[in-house]
């Protein structure tokens, strides 16, 4: 995911500030790469309602993905992933956004 414009730029700092939401995408920078709900919660000590709110957030601007998958026991499971997202930003890239804008 590349920001291109600045409102994207606030987007997506909006998202990420939540020590909730940051503690979410380091735990699925992890060895296991995908988690699904109940183990996210349990890891993280929230209650799923709360992750899921915030994994819906973290979904909507594209760092996260979910996909619902069967697992034992024709058991439906929704798993997230990381998905790949870098925010490099500075000075210059905020003038140069600024002056896009005008």
Do not use: W
């Not at 183990?39 to 909507?60: C, F, M």
């Amino acid at each position: 995911m590349e920001t291109k414009t600045l409102d994207e730029v606030i987007a997506l700092c909006e998202t990420l500030s939540n020590r909730h939401r940051l503690r979410i995408i380091a735990a699925l920078s992890g060895k296991e790469k995908k988690k699904y709900i109940s183990e996210l919660a349990r890891e993280l000590e929230i209650s799923r309602p709360l992750l899921y709110l915030h994994l819906q957030k973290l979904e909507r601007r594209g760092i996260v993905k979910g996909k619902t998958e069967l697992g034992k026991g024709s058991r439906a499971r929704r798993y997230y992933e990381l998905c790949d997202f870098e925010l490099c930003l500075n000075g210059k890239k905020i003038k140069e956004m600024l002056e896009n804008e005008e």
